[in-house]
């Protein structure tokens, strides 16, 4: 029957045939009636049986049947059908699998054949049900039954096609292998066209390749630059610790030769008064009463001497011990700890050096043996692990200074002379051994002295030499200068004429060295001097106390060549405070930025509740306590936090009235802890106080002078003005804290000074205005009054390139982080708008980013983002 | 309705998704073996224009016996008396398994095409339509412009 010329081949008749007609589904157990019909055993045939007469009616035809004995089972089988559904039996299981539904034949959905096999290329089989007179749904139910070419449905010459399973003829194959060999070449192109790409990647492996050999080679060199570097100082060290020595041996042994000389002189002299006048008396002659009187007047005198020599009073000048005192656990343990090397996955900055950093001595002494040398010098658990290399611009800076310092003849021929000096005093050996010394100035001491400020007058000018002075001291076993050290170099001082009164001067001293020693090349090149140079110095100038370490001290000789202009101004603040304001010019950050990239504390996810955000935007940090302040935007409040995530707690709700927000954006709190806050779509600015009660509220819709329109980021200066992002007006808005209107500046463009869509704002502590201008893909920075200065930044998503940036932060350094949300990531300059680090990347994992808004940085660096669509803030 | 048999779930689906041209069988809403049942009278025969309301009721046997076939609106045919009940072999003895709603309902559309007043249900009519075949079908004629032209509502 399947071979019925008359009946159309469609899966649909075929399946049809394959159904019992009494039930309705493919045959089950079909048994074939002497009728020749056809039906299943069960239910149906069983059900047929007129167990009275043992007869059927064929449900068909109505013929009667005598129903075999044991029942209409032992009608035959109808081996073609069985065959057919063998034969579909694949197709039949799929059919299964797919559900009741789609075993019906009638019921097949064009669309599910396709689903059903997706491997199938989408356009050969978009180009074949062209050419087929039937829905692609129809032609796989050829493979149930009647083989046909699924396109034309030939019946000759079927084979299956390997490529898409499917029963096809000898003509269409061709047609279809035509097809799938021109989407092979299509592929084929395609590759073609991407290999430039891995190419290319293999040319810039190459070059890291390269430039990561280059710099391991620059790093060795950096690393032997700075020991050798280390160890001529060391061994300049020892030559002036041996000169010193020396010179004390030849001083001891002048005044003990002084003494002896003294001795024999007085020796002698005694022997011949004795000889003389034993010989006077002995004459026997008359010896005036007078002249015995003087005699014996002469004999008490010089018997007095002799009892001077007998009870100690005249004796030979001590003798100081001298002691070499090298225990410095401080030099062993930075030693012992110099130098790590950092190694990080991340790419390397690779313009990006940092000069060596130098002990930071403000920190407490107890602090001091971790703090000692730090260049080199990482935490031993830090992770990742990252390469900090010295730059070897600053390790030749160092080298010229410590020559210019340490080993100029000039230098050491000072160094003598400051011994001359100390002549008498207690010198640092001395003092160390603790060996009584006479304190009473005698003549070679006086003869010293008066020499010495003789020299003095030819010579370089006495604050250097006191300078070499302090630094001995303190080089020297690490002990503070004490009281009456101070006293007598102050009165040596007065007989150099040259007082110098405090420490608090030092800067200006050092200044006057660092001219001295003329350093004008570097002052040109470099307009920011290291920090780490300002940080050793300054704090010499805060603790002159500690500086224990030699090394240190020949660094402390480097930082004053390093060192330059902001040394005066700092010199100067010194003196009138003692504050710890950092100068902004330094370009090693305090805050490990480059060791950032895995945040510390995540909190928040979307919802309403307290602690949940929905859009978070700005953030920022109060200055006053270090808490997280979180402008929740979609929520329409304002969330506070501590600075480990705890929440604190929430104010404000969606309304146009005083203390309610809409979409509020930028947020920043003054040094008074006064909130301020962009109240985005209703025009204004809020001010609450820091209990986040309302205090006032100021700005409307529109375009004039202190009207805004979706106002966004916010901040403060030190004065307590507010800086407010006008972002629709293209424009930066300035107020007083109260409110009033002071200026503008800015306008729509991208030439600089103007903005396309500013949305945050910060003010560093160098008192400059961070803008980041989003739709100009840059930073724009200002001073105070709006006049333009410089812009860094470009389209791009190359290091120190950004797509939309929006949050922006400035450390207490001038280290600028901004938030490049359309890249997904953190990127930290230096305050010039050079690139120095960045981090994070696309996700909703911790430390990727999906919308990046507000940034802030917490008082110990820690760098606080909000994410507005992971609806988060992480802590880096 | 539960336990409903897949033959009936089939058979419904496909009078839904292929029609019968004439013939609409909806299944009442809330017992999937009633069926409304409108077929329309056949061309060339007194009923065309006409549209015929039944009700079709599958027994519990079903398919092992014959469906519960009835004409709800009036109509004059010597095989379909005054109740509606209808004279057709395979509703009764000749029903087969084999057979369908459709198939019924296309040997209801064939029987109005071709009365057998040699096998009445209604004698009157059937005597009408032997004694005087033309004015029983003008009769008929009537009955479908009366009873059947009009909307269905009025019965």
């Not at chain 1, 000069?355 to 920190?363: I, Q, S, T």
Request: charged fraction near 25%; include cysteine; aromatic fraction near 6%.
């Amino acid at each position: 029957m399947a071979g019925a010329p008359d009946v159309s081949l469609s899966s649909e008749h075929v399946q049809r045939l394959l159904q019992c007609a009494v039930c309705l589904e493919i045959f089950n157990q079909p048994k074939l009636l002497p009728c020749q019909h056809t039906f299943c055993l069960s239910p149906c045939l069983e059900g047929l049986v007129e167990v009275r007469t043992r007869s059927i009616r064929c449900p068909e035809c109505r013929a009667d049947h005598f129903v075999p004995r044991g029942g209409p089972g032992n009608f035959p089988n109808n081996l073609t059908i069985i065959s057919f559904l063998e034969l579909s039996a694949r197709a039949s299981a799929r059919a299964d699998a797919r559900g009741a539904v789609l075993r019906d034949a009638d019921a097949v959905v064009p669309g599910a054949r396709d689903r059903e096999r997706p491997q199938r290329p989408r356009e050969a089989a978009d180009g074949y049900q062209a050419e087929g007179d039937e829905p692609m749904g129809a032609d796989a139910e050829a493979g149930d039954g009647v083989l046909c070419c699924f396109v034309c449905r030939d019946e000759r010459s079927i084979s299956r096609c390997s490529h898409c399973d499917q029963l096809v003829c000898e003509e269409c194959r061709r047609a279809h292998l035509s097809q799938v060999k021109s989407d092979v070449m299509r592929m084929i192109s395609q590759i073609r066209r991407g290999l430039p790409q891995i190419s290319d990647q293999l040319i810039v492996l190459g070059r890291k390749e390269t430039q990561f050999q280059n710099r391991c080679e620059e790093v060795k060199t950096d690393i032997s630059e700075v020991f050798e570097k280390h160890i001529r100082d060391l061994k300049a060290r020892e030559r002036v610790l041996q000169e010193e020595v020396d010179v004390f041996i030849g001083r001891e042994l002048r005044s003990l030769r002084v003494f002896q000389e003294n001795t024999e002189m007085e020796n002698a002299s005694l022997a011949s008064f004795c000889d003389s006048a034993e010989a006077l008396l002995s004459l026997s002659r008359s010896i005036t009463e007078g002249d015995l009187i003087e005699l014996k007047r002469q004999c008490m005198e010089h018997l007095e001497t002799v009892q001077c020599y007998e009870d100690g009073i005249t004796r030979p000048p001590t003798v100081k011990q001298i002691q070499a005192s090298m225990e410095s656990p401080f030099l062993t343990s930075t030693i012992n700890n110099f130098g790590d090397l950092i190694v990080t996955s991340r790419p390397l900055p690779s313009v990006e050096t940092s000069a060596p950093r130098l002990p930071r001595v403000e920190d407490s002494l107890s602090r001091l043996d971790q703090n000692l040398n730090p260049d080199f010098r990482l935490s031993r658990a830090s992770v990742p692990p990252q390469i900090v290399r010295p730059s070897s611009r600053a390790v030749e800076r160092v080298h010229q200074a410590s020559r210019a310092m340490s080993i100029s003849p000039t230098q050491s021929r000072r160094d003598r002379q400051v011994n001359f000096d100390l002549d008498g005093q207690p010198l640092e050996e001395s003092r160390q051994t603790s060996v009584p010394q006479m304190r009473g100035p005698n003549r070679w001491n006086r003869y010293d002295r008066r020499s010495d400020s003789r020299l003095d007058e030819g010579r370089a000018p006495s604050m250097l030499r006191q300078i070499q002075e302090r630094t001995r001291h303190r080089s020297l076993g690490g002990i503070p200068m004490t009281r009456d050290t101070l006293d007598e170099r102050e009165e040596n001082s007065d007989t150099d004429s040259d007082p110098i009164p405090s420490y608090l001067q030092t800067g200006l001293q050092r200044r006057g060295l660092e001219e001295d020693l003329g350093d004008d090349e570097e002052r040109m090149d470099s307009p920011q001097p290291e920090a780490s140079m300002r940080a050793i110095t300054s704090s010499g100038a805060r603790s002159p106390a500690f500086v224990p370490a030699s090394v240190q001290h020949r660094m402390t000789g480097i930082g004053l060549v390093e060192t330059q202009r902001p040394l005066a101004e700092e010199a100067g603040n010194q003196s009138s405070s003692n504050s710890n304001t950092a100068s902004v010019y330094v370009s090693t950050p305090r805050n490990r930025y480059n060791q950032k990239g895995s945040s510390v504390c995540q909190f928040g996810y979307r919802g309403t509740a307290p602690g949940e955000f929905t859009s978070p935007r700005g953030v920022t940090a109060s200055p006053m306590d270090d808490k997280i302040y979180i402008a929740d935007s979609s929520n329409h409040r304002v969330q506070v936090f501590s600075s480990r995530g705890g929440f604190i707690k929430t104010f404000g709700h969606h309304g146009q009235d005083e203390g309610q927000f809409d979409c509020l954006a930028g947020i920043a709190v003054n040094g008074l802890g006064q909130v301020i806050i962009s109240d985005r779509y209703n025009h204004r600015v809020q001010i609450f106080d820091r209990n986040g009660i309302f205090q006032r509220a100021f700005g409307s819709e529109g375009r004039n002078p202190g009207q805004l329109n979706y106002p966004w980021g916010v901040a403060c200066d030190n004065m307590g003005f507010i800086y407010v992002c006008d972002k629709e007006n293209n424009r930066i808005q300035v107020f007083q804290s109260n409110g009033s209107y002071v200026r503008m500046f800015g306008s729509q463009g991208s030439m600089p000074g103007q903005f396309v869509n500013p949305h945050y704002i910060a003010v560093s502590p160098d008192n400059k205005v961070y803008v980041s201008d989003s739709s100009n893909h840059r930073i724009q920075v200002f001073s105070l009054y709006g006049d333009f200065m410089f812009s860094f930044g470009s389209c791009g998503n190359l290091r120190g390139q950004m797509k939309f940036p929006r949050g922006i932060a400035i450390d207490h350094q001038g280290f600028v982080v901004v938030a490049d949300s359309g890249n997904h990531r953190i990127q930290i300059f230096r305050s010039d708008g050079r690139f120095y680090s960045m981090f994070g990347s696309w996700g909703s994992e911790r430390g990727h980013f999906k919308g990046l808004e507000g940034l802030a940085i917490l008082a110990d660096g820690k760098i606080v983002v909000g994410d507005r669509e992971n609806h988060c803030v992480q802590i880096f | 309705m539960s336990g409903l048999p897949r033959r009936i779930i089939k058979e419904t689906q496909r009078l839904m998704a292929e029609p019968v041209s004439g013939i609409t069988a909806v299944p009442d809403e809330h017992n999937s073996r009633y069926f409304h049942v409108v077929v329309a009278g056949p061309s060339q025969s007194p009923y065309e224009g006409g549209l015929f309301k039944l009700e079709l009721f599958l027994p519990e046997e079903y398919p092992m016996s014959a469906p519960k076939v009835r004409f709800m609106t009036k109509i004059y045919h010597p095989n379909i008396d005054k109740l509606g009940r209808i004279c057709l072999d395979i509703l009764k003895d000749k029903w087969s398994p084999a057979l369908q709603i459709r198939t019924v309902l296309l040997s209801i559309q064939a029987l109005l095409s071709a009365p057998n007043p040699d096998d009445p249900l209604d004698n009157n009519v059937a005597d009408h339509w032997k004694s005087n075949e033309k004015s029983a079908i003008d009769q008929a004629r009537q009955w479908t412009q009366t009873y059947a032209k009009s909307n269905m509502n009025n019965h």
